[in-house]
């Protein structure tokens, strides 16, 4: 095990426990008492209040005001933290959320009742391959310096850009940064696989005020357009899930009516075209028309 890894380890159980002995925590880790008072050394030193306990019993501690009071949360509330943290672990991959599930997992009653709730995500390849950005992306938001990168737009055009980043952003599938362009002179978002060349600024900025821009993004709402389609009843879950249940109706014995919104462009036609046979668009006929159309350009690839 390494050092790092050990400390982080010691803090861990310290958190769990009042008092654990130097030979309890070299048999543990199976290294020397040695080792063991050098990294009670360096945690002191890197401002993690231990203490030392002398006598039969003693050992080492860690200050309570260091721990979380947790009288302010149930072990309801802490496995309800767990289990979003659980998550979020899958997607972003970080050291940083690791030590902190690790934390709270410290503070829950070995007695609680433990994974009654599991979340689980694609484990995609690509998202392991954006893992350093993600973390040069937070460390620049953090100490506010400007970050210059290739940005590829659907289309394949590249374009170099200076961005002052402000926010990431995690939307079913994909990450996203959100900052003001200073090329564009304007608030952009950018998807991350989207992003090549990236690179971190010595230089800094004066945050601007994001708010106006969050305020803005909340109330812009994409044109929808109503759209009925019968579905096969293998796919009516899909909907549920989207729409609830009021968008589904029975129309006959082998087909549902569903009624729901969807975005007048490409990215509506792709997500009607992902259920294939087992849906068919009836109205508006505009829309039919287009879908039609969108349909009848991706066969001509394959003609």
Known sequence: MEKVERLISIIMILLKKDVVSTKEFAQLFNVTKRTILRDMETLSLSNIPIYSVNGVHGGYGIMDEYKV???????????NILTALGGLEQILISEEVEVTIKKIEAMVSPLSPKGSIQLSFYDW????????ILKMCQEAILARRLISFDYIDKNGMITKRMVEPYQL???ETSWYLKGFCLHRMRFRTF????????HVDEKTFNPR???LEQEH?????????????LISPSIQDHFIER???????NYSSELLLATIHVPQNSIGFQFLASFGTNLEIIEP???????????????????
Do not use: C, W
């Open 69 to 79: 009071d947790k009288r302010l949360l149930s072990s309801s509330d802490l496995e």
């Open 125 to 132: 390849e690509g998202r392991s391959e954006i893992r350093q």
């Open 209 to 211: 005020d994001y708010s």
């Open 285 to 303: 006929k505009t829309y039919v028309e287009d879908f039609r159309n969108y349909l009848h350009e991706m066969m001509k690839k394959y003609s």
């Open 191 to 198: 998807k991350l696989s989207r992003i090549d060349q990236f």
């Open 217 to 229: 993004e909340t109330s812009y709402q994409p044109e929808l357009v109503a759209v009925r389609a």
């Open 243 to 249: 729409y609830g249940r009021k968008s589904i109706e």
């Open 169 to 171: 952003h995690f939307s």
